[in-house]
């Protein structure tokens, strides 16, 4: 999916997307953060919501530097919202598609139709309860505005391309250490342009005011470059997304999610005929992907090591210590709950690789005698939504903060948890209200028989 949005990013779509986004929501902060988070909750309900982040990001940059807003909180919104879309369908987050794509789970009657009408009601919720909760945080709009102005903005950024550009050679030859040097001494040059103008201006950065001449000079600037580039990646992207949704019925459930990316990005590797792929080969995240490969190492040796068993096990026994008339509602709780919260800090696509065990083992359990389909929707959220929790939770998150950096932008752990734990937390709140109808009625029971 790298390489696909890799190859689109030439045709100049992203930057189309740009002006037309900001001729829309004319200009103004909020209709545009609200315009930006709305595409891409419906995208990602279609796409995987990695790809959409890719999709994305690089829009939303380029409108946040035309406006000179800060984009690390639009981008915050914009992944937020990109992870609540991915819960809707079996193919929208890498958690449902784990989940959807369990023999036993396929085997208990959940397919893509009633997968997605389950899910749908409630993620409506959590958007309405999402959109409101980061607006009071940013109530404040100059929080939104960037703190420099942008010619310091730009200078950082051309610092950043020719250090990266820099490192990026190999100590290999004599050619390539003059190269290098005459890079750093570039590096240096900006860097002292830098301090000064830094010294000369203390002002803060504000949008412009006049709006018809932005959206000409962007119209004029920013355009399709390749339209037939552009048709071919329109035809490899429908291909992996049709093939996604064959993958419900089980006919034509032949080749892996995976592969099917795969095959996508061969597809448009051998439509745009491609003399040399080195430059296309550097733009694909291979430390995400690392990363992500670190983390199924990881929780497949926490696996060997017997850590599903048991907390299959402390799971069942907590759940058997109840009256059976609420095991259901401290059973949803406690996979809603355990999954939303673990994976704010864990990863959640090997935690969902661990806890889908758990689950499919307490529906198969005859001494529990509980309904496996209301456990699988309490996964799919906590998993899907407690992502948004921390800048590791979810994939995207990892993308997207991979993205933002090759732009100069960076933002930390803590930034980014600030402001999706406490959302997150709102998320799991709508979610136990959407599962649990009659909550407060189970709750006011299991107080009185303990009393």
Not at 54 to 60: E, G, Q, S
Not at 162 to 180: C, F, G, I, K, M
Not at 316 to 336: G, P, Q, T, Y
Not at 414 to 426: D, H, T
């Amino acid at each position: 999916m790298m390489l696909l949005v890799a190859i689109m990013a030439e045709t100049g779509l992203f930057d189309f997307l740009a002006v037309f986004t900001f001729e829309v929501t004319k200009g103004k902060i909020w209709p545009l953060i609200t315009l930006l988070s709305a595409i891409t909750a419906i995208i990602s309900t279609f796409l995987d919501n990695v790809t959409t982040v890719l999709l994305m990001t690089p829009v939303t940059i380029r409108l946040c530097e035309v406006m000179d807003l800060d984009p690390i909180p639009v981008l915050m919104s914009m992944v937020l919202f990109s992870n609540i879309g991915g819960t809707v369908t079996p193919v929208g987050d890498p958690p449902n598609v784990i989940i959807a794509s369990n023999k036993a789970v396929v085997q208990s009657g959940i397919n893509f139709t009633n997968f997605t009408l389950h899910m749908t009601f409630g993620i409506l919720l959590v958007c309405i309860q999402t959109y409101f909760q980061f607006r009071f945080i940013y109530r404040d709009t100059d929080k939104l505005r960037l703190n420099e102005p942008r010619d310091i903005q730009d200078l950082r950024h051309q610092i950043s391309i020719w250090r990266r550009a820099a490192d990026s050679l190999p100590h290999l030859s004599r050619d390539e250490l003059v190269v290098r040097e005459r890079l750093d001494r570039k590096v240096k040059k900006l860097t002292v342009k830098l301090e000064a103008l830094v010294k000369e201006t203390k002002i803060r950065a504000c949008p412009k005011d006049c709006f018809e001449t932005m959206l000409a000079d962007m119209k004029d600037k920013y355009k399709i470059r390749d339209k037939v580039l552009l048709i071919k990646c329109t035809v490899a992207i429908a291909f992996v997304v049709t093939v996604f949704f064959l993958h419900s019925i089980p006919e034509f459930n032949r080749v892996s999610l995976g592969w099917t990316a795969l095959l996508g990005a061969l597809l448009l590797l051998t439509l745009a005929d491609r003399e040399d792929l080195e430059p296309i080969l550097h733009r694909i995240e291979w430390s995400t992907l690392l990363f992500f490969a670190a983390l199924f190492v990881l929780m497949e040796a926490l696996s060997k090591l017997g850590l599903i068993e048991y907390i299959g096990g402390l799971t069942e026994s907590v759940i058997l210590k109840v009256d059976e008339s609420a095991r259901l509602a401290v059973a949803i709780l406690l996979m809603l709950w355990v999954s939303g919260v673990t994976s704010a800090f864990v990863d959640n696509i090997p935690l969902t690789t661990m806890m889908v065990r758990v689950v499919t083992s307490l529906g198969n359990n005859p001494t529990l005698n509980l309904p496996m389909a209301p456990l699988i929707w309490a996964l799919s959220f906590g998993a899907c939504l407690g992502g948004n929790g921390t800048l590791i939770g979810a994939s995207a998150n990892v993308v997207c903060a991979g993205v933002a950096e090759q732009h100069g932008y960076r933002f930390t752990f803590v930034q980014f948890f600030k402001i999706g734990f406490p959302i997150m937390i709102g998320h799991l709140i709508v979610a136990s209200g959407y599962l649990m109808p009659k909550l407060t009625d189970i709750l006011l029971m299991l107080y009185l028989e303990s009393n």
